[in-house]
């Protein structure tokens, strides 16, 4: 069951003006010890789920969060431009596309825009910012996406560059995880600790104050290349814990949140403005190919133990759907055949099948969350209980979201551990691709057979070719039980009477998009 609280919403148009005039106009300080609500909205208040650990867009682990790209979009523009919807639209660049033999890359780029500091933005920066992250030294963490590309060539407004190999997705990365435009001449004047100390970028609003752990209070960019944004003051708080945020908007100290338990959002709806729309984002459970795991029969047991529609239904409330694979039904590979039924009894003859029961029960780690995701630590301790049912008996460890990518990226994760997977571009190179591709620094799991079947389909130039092959990868990833998918996301949002937000399939709540009711 999809749940979805139908909410009269603006029309979706095809470009940046558009949507930024949707935007919204403040509202008053919570900090200044005024409820928000009692008062007129001159400085919008958000209460957002994560902290910002770092400023730079295009390095290091936050730039593959997908839940700070809302904060990396509100500072940094992308090089092309995604809508609500997930589709593609210009940006910095205006035009792109691939020579005829498809050896290079060519981009046109934007004129007539500036960075925040008033210097001319231009298709310099755009080679240069490239050319940063397809440098391995830089430290990117898809430098295996943009390292695709060299001997980049500026004339005038024109970016061309050779490409080592087709890559069907190279310019979805680009208004996806790391795919920001950084300033040239500023940040090979500052270096890299200056930038985090003073960011500047394009974007729709400016970095004016930034404490560490506790909030960042932006101001519009009046020249914004797109149009002002309506809200001419931003301060987004970093509220990690659930409950904080619940009582941030119900007390009127923060004007917008996202990511409250369902429970709290069916009650505050009523009386606050509420949307919850399906967004790209899939709950999930890691598998490390470590330990028990690489027992087949206990991998295929976990998944089958599991009644994913009852969590839905009872602890999410209905918000979300059911899947068994890294695609949901709005990605370009999703395949409805590829089923993984419920069944507790074939769980317990595939556990006796590896000497394990009730009474002699297979035992690992698994580790979560707590109040990152709607009920993403009840989700596993329910999971843990069915688990127990039929032999298998999990420890769960709580960790902070930033200590999972840590972990993740060192290759040292439990052998289960819940994350959310988003994929905002819905290609299956982003889903299935870099979540299970062994070679990839975002995948847990290394089977070699998994790595040989995706190999052939990163340059595959016939779409319907590629789109099976990743069909076929989904389904023996499902047979094999090498992830376990658990459900998309509904993304519940609650905000003031006097703001209207326009929900973002990406999950990226934007002020920019923001307007005054």
């Known amino acids: 069951m999809n749940k979805i609280n139908n909410r009269e919403t603006t029309p979706m148009?095809?470009?940046?003006?558009?949507?930024?005039?949707?935007?919204?106009a403040t509202a008053a300080l919570g900090f200044a010890g005024i409820p928000a609500r009692a008062q007129a909205i001159d400085e919008l208040v958000i209460a957002y789920n994560v902290?910002?650990?770092a400023w730079d867009p295009t390095t290091g682990p936050s730039a593959v969060n997908p839940t700070l790209q809302g904060l990396y979009q509100s500072v940094f523009d992308?090089?092309?431009?995604?809508?609500?919807?997930?589709?593609?639209?210009?940006?910095?660049?205006t035009e792109w596309g691939w020579n005829d033999d498809r050896t290079k890359v060519w981009m046109t780029v934007r004129e007539g825009v500036t960075w925040h500091d008033g210097s001319p933005f231009t298709a310099d920066d755009v080679a240069w910012s490239l050319a940063r992250v397809a440098d391995p030294a830089t430290g990117s963490p898809i430098n295996f996406v943009w390292a695709n590309l060299s001997n980049f060539v500026v004339e005038g407004n024109k970016v061309t560059a050779d490409a080592k190999s087709f890559d069907p997705t190279l310019f979805k990365w680009m208004y996806f995880l790391t795919g920001y435009v950084l300033p040239k001449a500023y940040f090979e004047k500052v270096g890299a600790e200056g930038f985090e100390a003073a960011p500047i970028g394009t974007g729709p609003y400016m970095v004016e104050k930034f404490e560490r752990n506790a909030f960042v209070r932006l101001k519009a960019n009046e020249s914004y290349w797109g149009g002002a944004p309506e809200f001419k003051t931003v301060t987004i708080k970093f509220v990690t814990d659930a409950a904080a945020r619940v009582a941030e908007v119900e007390s009127g100290n923060s004007h917008v949140t996202l990511e409250v338990p369902y429970e709290e959002y069916d009650r505050l709806k009523a009386t606050l403005t509420g949307t919850a729309e399906p967004v790209s984002d899939i709950g999930m459970i890691f598998l490390n190919d470590i330990d028990v795991m690489l027992d087949a029969n206990v991998?295929?047991?976990?998944?089958?133990?599991?009644?994913?529609?009852?969590?839905?239904?009872?602890?999410?409330?209905?918000?979300?759907?059911?899947?068994?694979?890294l695609e949901t039904?709005?990605?370009?590979?999703?395949?409805?055949?590829?089923?993984?039924?419920?069944?507790?009894?074939?769980?317990?003859?595939?556990?006796?099948?590896?000497g394990y029961s009730v009474d002699n029960p297979v035992k690992f780690k698994i580790q979560t969350t707590k109040g990152y995701k709607p009920k993403d630590y009840e989700m596993i301790q329910a999971i843990v209980g069915l688990w127990r049912?039929?032999?298998?008996?999990?420890?769960?460890?709580?960790?902070?979201?930033?200590?999972?990518?840590?972990?993740?990226?060192?290759?040292?994760?439990?052998?289960?551990?819940?994350?959310?997977?988003?994929?905002?571009?819905?290609d299956p190179t982003t889903s299935t691709g870099f979540a299970m591709y062994g070679p990839s620094p975002h995948s847990v799991w290394d089977g070699q057979d998994v790595i040989d079947m995706i190999n052939p389909l990163w340059g595959e130039a016939d779409e319907a070719k590629r789109i099976a092959g990743w069909k076929a990868v989904d389904k023996h990833i499902a047979e094999n039980a090498?992830?376990?998918?658990?459900?998309?996301?509904?993304?519940?949002?609650?905000?003031?009477?006097?703001?209207?937000?326009?929900?973002?399939a990406s999950g990226a709540l934007l002020p920019h998009l923001m307007k005054r009711a």
Request: aromatic share 8%.
């Open 13 to 24: 148009k095809l470009n940046r003006r558009s949507l930024l005039q949707l935007s919204a």
């Open 51 to 53: 902290n910002l650990p």
């Open 78 to 93: 992308q090089y092309i431009l995604q809508q609500p919807d997930l589709k593609p639209a210009p940006g910095r660049l």
């Open 299 to 325: 991998r295929k047991a976990a998944v089958h133990a599991i009644d994913k529609q009852a969590i839905i239904d009872r602890l999410m409330g209905g918000y979300g759907t059911k899947i068994d694979t």
């Open 329 to 354: 039904p709005q990605y370009d590979a999703f395949d409805p055949s590829i089923t993984v039924e419920y069944s507790p009894e074939k769980a317990v003859e595939l556990l006796a099948a590896s």
């Open 389 to 426: 049912k039929v032999g298998i008996e999990a420890e769960i460890e709580v960790y902070e979201i930033a200590k999972h990518y840590e972990l993740r990226a060192a290759d040292q994760l439990a052998p289960a551990s819940f994350y959310n997977w988003g994929n905002s571009v819905g």
């Open 482 to 504: 090498l992830v376990i998918p658990l459900l998309q996301y509904v993304q519940p949002i609650l905000s003031a009477a006097g703001v209207v937000v326009v929900p973002h």
